[in-house]
Each structure stands twice: as C-alpha cells, then as structure tokens.
C-alpha cells in the first residue's frame, strides 16, 4: 500500500479544492427543492463547479454519467441522476460529489431532508444527524501516530448501539492527484489496526450509514446501490488533512461545523 504524504504546496492546492467544493455544496443544498428532478440538482451542480474555473471529477469517472451522485432514500451511494426522478418533500437525498483544481481532487458529500428537517419521518432526521456526527466521531481519531482502524472503530463504537445498519461494501479512501488514492477507510469494526497514520495524508471520510440492514444490492445499471431491506441511508463524507494535532476539514467553509 503506497499512501502518499503531501507537500506543503500540494496541502495549499487541496485546501483550494476543498474551500470551492465547500461552497458549491452549500448553494447546491439551498437549491434543491420538491418537485426537482435529480438531473436538474446535477445541471444546476455542474454549473456551479465549472463556475469555480474547475472540473467535476465524477463526470466519465470509469463510466459515471454524471457530476454528481444523487441518492435518494433507500439509494446509499452512486445514484445516477435522472429526468425521471422527481423528488418529493420528506424525501432523503444524498449529494455526493467533487471537483479538480490545478490536478487536485477533493470530494465531499451531504445529506439532507427534500422540503426542510420538519418534512421528514424523525426516524430519518434522526439518523442523518448521526450520521454526520460518526463522521466527527471518527476523525477525531485522523490524528499523527494514531491507526487508519481507530477511525473505522470510533465511527462503529457511535453507531452499533444506535443499531443501525454500518454499509460494508464500500468505504472511503485517499485523495490527491487521483480520486481514490490508498488506502481504502471502512466505516465498521476492525480487528486489525491498519497502517499507521502521518502528517500530510489526505484522506476521505465517508460512513454511509442504513436504518435497517448493512446488506446492500447493485442495480443493473452498475453504480446505483441499495439497501436490501429498501429502508433509508444516509451519507455524509468530507476531505481531511492528518495533522500532528486536530485534522483538518478541507470541504467545510470556514467557521462552519454543520454543512
């Protein structure tokens, strides 16, 4: 496994990347109301990337046909955006996506309630809150001399009493000058304690986090994921520096711990 420690200059780079990624998130979440199809939130999201003088790095990633990926409901991750998928209040969507500045990936994702927090089932409100909550819970351990595993076991040590479903068949990643870097970063219980971790790794956590079932399908389309038990997941995920103290966020705005 080669994980890759940045340069000052590529951790001011990423720092970019992840500040204008931050920024889209934030207008595209706003923007997405009921009665929107998932092809316009991902018109609307491209748009606002290429704004930015950047390039969606999802877009053609091995095949992807769009700049995002929208999920909604029983949808965990990779959910292809379509005219035909109208989105409803009380619906749960996910929003993941990225972008590349000056070769430099970052990647990010969201999820929030179609129409406002007080549309949705409180089951599932309450399982987006702590799903982004694992997601602190697990950084907290991203921190020099520490384990790639301890990440894995602070997110499972929040969620498995909750009884939630932990998503096992994909995980988070590195990032850099490619999309997905080593090493791979689960989400569940580990035995093992992974590699060891060092200031200037840049790294992508993402719990994807099930209200029922851990067990998922694949669509025939390739890329759609589903619970098996067809109830909610959410997602949430940012770009982070290991440091000697504190990681840094990279895809949240500034003075922000909510986005």
Avoid at 88 to 110: C, F, M, N, T, V
Avoid at 170 to 182: K, N, P, Q, V, W
Avoid at 197 to 215: R, S
């Amino acid at each position: 496994m080669a994980v890759s420690l940045k340069s000052e200059r590529e951790i001011q780079l990423m720092r970019t990347a992840g500040h204008y990624l931050a920024e889209v998130l934030a207008e595209l979440t706003a923007f997405v109301q009921p009665g929107m199809s998932t092809y316009e939130v991902n018109a609307k999201g491209e748009s606002l990337i290429r704004k930015t003088g950047c390039v969606p790095n999802f877009l053609h990633y091995e095949g992807f046909p769009a700049s995002f990926c929208l999920s909604v409901n029983e949808e965990v991750v990779h959910g292809i955006p379509s005219k035909k998928r109208i989105l409803k209040e009380g619906d749960i969507l996910s929003i993941d996506g990225g972008l590349i500045y000056k070769g430099y990936h970052s990647d990010a994702a969201r999820s929030l309630i179609v129409g406002g927090p007080d549309k949705g089932d409180p089951a599932v409100v309450t399982l987006m809150e702590r799903t982004k909550e694992s997601f602190f819970r697990g950084i907290s351990q991203a921190v020099a001399g520490n384990y790639l595993y301890d990440i894995a076991n602070a997110i499972a040590d929040y969620i498995e009493p909750f009884g939630y479903g932990i998503i096992r068949d994909l995980t988070g990643h590195g990032i850099g000058r490619a999309l997905h870097e080593d090493p791979s970063i689960p989400n569940f219980r580990q035995q093992k304690r992974g590699i060891r971790l060092k200031a200037g790794m840049t790294l992508a956590v993402e719990p994807m986090i099930a209200l029922g079932t851990w067990a998922v399908d694949f669509a025939d389309d390739g890329w759609t994921c589903t619970t098996r038990d067809k109830k909610p997941s959410a997602h949430y995920e940012n770009t982070i520096l290991v440091t000697e103290g504190e990681p840094e966020i990279l895809t949240l705005l500034a003075g922000t711990v909510s986005s």
